[in-house]
């Protein structure tokens, strides 16, 4: 089976930490809207009102174990909705009382609607996502998965139910056109069923879309648990997908006590299984509480694809949240040109939920957090420090929202008519979510993106656009096939 997550070069992992960006001068955020239920994706209509996907709070309905919440029951409910927020302020709910799926005693990572986004004649269209194995989402898929071919190590961690245990939710991991006036939703496609059917990355069957972009008649959609970026077409609901690759990490580092497959454990939780434990353990790793031997010198991550935009050369770019560890420097923006072959864009990023591109061509990435999720303590994904980064078009690399000034579990970022930038934060909770917008960024100091200690130099020596280009070659000949599957995760 096969979790979603990624590939990068050690040499520029190392680097890209040693160097990193340089932080501006400290912005401030303003909070715009506020009391959000596990709030994500942000967008804009012509008229500068903005609207925020909340996932909900799930409900007393049927509940089951899914990968996004390591297993822990989620249950289902109809508390989903999107909240719209006028330019002086006024909120209100435009969507309610859709169907969503939450932990019950946390109210936490709830899958439900993820985004409402418009198309150039200004139609609204509403993703919501799912978080689980389709086979387990109603009746129908269910019974079309009597004919799927599930991954092995699936079969035992997130297999289909028996009929009479689906969760009903019907309305989930589809992409709606959306009658803001009625509320009324009319289905374009369903991206679950597509992974069932389709399961185009061949690893573990698992859907769940997180963000969308839409350009013409095309809508393209991030899937963290399917790992790829679908291609709807909005006229006849056709999907085509394109897949995002996973990585090797070596010398992964992982929380105390953890469980390892590969060192004699009868079933490891999801998104955690790596290859069998051989020598040279670093220290740090066994002072931690993991016994050496159990450690694996590799681990095989999936992407976990989160936000994704049209750059201003027109092609799609995706970013990754990275599966479990959650290992920090890891997460890459993904650039998919017309020949639609993912090539690496940029790299050295951790835990992206969502990248947008301003009108300067300069990429915005919003990081849910700056440390591997386990870091912050319990279990709760509340409060985990994020940032703001922005990557100019010659590589420059520049901090605009630093760990600890503000963002906390960041889940949507987009830019307003007005130019400013706004961030969907606090995106994990019941009533925690808010809609911010960062103030004070300005112009800073930056340095060029440290992909390696050579592309440093060829900055200084070379144009930047040139540097960038050649930056791009290399990272695309550092990544190679994956043969290993494992089992995904999205754990937001």
């Known amino acids: 089976m096969k979790l979603k997550q990624l590939t990068i070069a050690l040499i520029t992992v190392s680097i890209a930490l040693v160097f990193g960006p340089q932080a501006a001068r400290a912005a401030s955020l303003t909070t715009l809207a506020d009391g959000l239920n596990n709030a994500r994706g942000l967008s804009f209509d012509s008229e500068g009102n903005a609207y925020v996907?909340?996932?909900?709070?799930?409900?007393?309905?049927?509940?089951?174990?899914?990968?996004?919440?390591?297993?822990?029951?989620?249950?289902?409910?109809?508390?989903?909705?999107?909240?719209?927020?006028?330019?002086?302020?006024t909120q209100s709910r435009v969507i309610d009382g859709t169907e969503s799926l939450a932990l019950q005693q946390t109210k936490e990572q709830g899958a439900g609607p993820q985004e409402l986004n418009f198309d150039s004649s200004g139609n609204a269209y509403l993703l919501t996502g799912f978080a689980g194995n389709p086979a387990n989402r109603d009746a129908e898929l269910n019974t079309l998965s009597t004919n799927t071919q599930f991954p092995a190590q699936q079969q035992q961690a997130a297999p289909p139910v028996a009929p009479d245990q689906v969760l009903g939710t019907t309305t989930l991991g589809k992409l709606y056109k959306t009658d803001l006036n009625t509320g009324s939703l009319t289905e374009v496609a369903d991206l679950s069923k597509a992974e069932l059917l389709t399961n185009p990355d061949g690893g573990d069957v698992i859907s769940n879309p997180y963000d969308f972009v839409i350009k013409d008649n095309t809508a393209y959609v991030g899937d963290g648990g399917a790992n790829v970026v679908w291609n709807v077409n909005l006229d006849t609901g056709e999907t085509k997908a394109t897949k995002i690759p996973g990585q090797t990490v070596e010398n992964p580092e992982f929380p105390p006590n953890v469980s390892i497959p590969g060192a004699g454990q009868e079933q490891p939780p999801a998104g955690q299984q790596g290859q069998d434990a051989v020598p040279g353990v670093p220290a740090e790793q066994e002072a931690a509480g993991l016994p050496a031997e159990?450690?694996?010198?590799?681990?095989?991550?999936?992407?976990?694809?989160?936000?994704?935009?049209?750059?201003?050369?027109?092609?799609?770019?995706?970013?990754?949240?990275?599966?479990?560890?959650?290992?920090?420097?890891?997460?890459?923006?993904?650039?998919?040109?017309?020949?639609?072959?993912?090539?690496?864009?940029?790299?050295?990023?951790?835990?992206?939920?969502?990248?947008?591109?301003?009108?300067?061509?300069?990429?915005?990435?919003?990081?849910?957090?700056?440390?591997?999720?386990?870091?912050?303590?319990?279990?709760?994904?509340?409060?985990?420090?994020?940032?703001?980064?922005?990557?100019?078009?010659?590589?420059?690399?520049?901090?605009?929202?630093?760990?600890?000034?503000?963002?906390?579990?960041?889940?949507?970022?987009?830019?307003?008519?007005?130019?400013?930038?706004?961030?969907?934060?606090?995106?994990?909770?019941?009533?925690?979510g808010e809609l911010v917008r960062v103030d004070g960024v300005g112009s800073a100091a930056a340095v060029p993106e440290p992909s390696s200690i050579l592309g440093l130099l060829l900055f200084g020596v070379m144009g930047g656009g040139t540097w960038f280009k050649r930056k791009q070659q290399q990272d695309r000949e550092a990544i190679a096939p994956q043969p290993e599957q494992t089992l995904s995760q999205s754990s937001i």
């Open 294 to 432: 159990q450690i694996p010198s590799q681990v095989d991550i999936q992407s976990v694809v989160t936000g994704v935009d049209i750059g201003p050369d027109g092609a799609v770019y995706a970013g990754e949240l990275t599966g479990f560890p959650y290992p920090e420097g890891k997460a890459k923006v993904w650039r998919i040109g017309e020949n639609g072959e993912p090539e690496v864009f940029a790299d050295g990023f951790t835990q992206i939920t969502d990248i947008k591109f301003d009108k300067d061509g300069n990429l915005l990435v919003l990081q849910f957090a700056d440390e591997a999720q386990w870091k912050g303590g319990g279990q709760s994904l509340q409060d985990l420090p994020g940032s703001l980064i922005k990557l100019a078009p010659d590589g420059t690399r520049t901090t605009l929202v630093a760990a600890g000034e503000g963002l906390a579990s960041a889940a949507g970022l987009n830019i307003g008519p007005d130019g400013e930038i706004y961030v969907v934060n606090n995106g994990v909770g019941p009533g925690t």
């Open 53 to 89: 996907g909340e996932t909900g709070l799930g409900g007393d309905g049927v509940c089951q174990p899914s990968p996004s919440t390591q297993f822990e029951l989620i249950c289902s409910g109809n508390t989903g909705s999107v909240t719209k927020v006028t330019p002086d302020g």
